[in-house]
């Protein structure tokens, strides 16, 4: 009995779809300081690609951005200690930008 919730607990966490709107309010918090992470945002350095940039880009894929999310390798990007839920989220709002 115990297996079978465990097992129940375990794919309902696995299948729990990114949340836009939680990714959207983590852009907020942490990275639009520097990234346009927004229409209409009026700042932004000039110097970081926009979320509708990374978007764009084919080499930044799902699972690379997560990989990047989980351990910046930049030296001015701040350590996020993100969830992997919270990755996700942020990935799904990057995902969403329009061109």
């Known amino acids: 009995m115990k297996v079978a919730v465990a097992l129940l607990l375990l794919q309902s966490e696995q299948t729990v779809a990114a949340d836009v709107a939680r990714g959207r309010a983590i852009a907020a918090r942490w990275c639009n300081e520097c990234h346009v992470v927004a ?25 690379r951005l997560s990989a ?17 839920f919270e990755i996700a989220d942020l990935i799904a709002y990057i995902k969403a930008q329009q061109p």
């Open 39 to 63: 229409p209409g945002q009026k700042r932004g350095s000039d110097s970081v690609p926009t979320f509708s940039e990374i978007k764009k880009t084919e080499q930044l894929d799902e699972a």
């Open 68 to 84: 990047f999310l989980s351990a910046p390798q930049h030296s001015r990007m701040p350590d996020l200690s993100l969830t992997r």
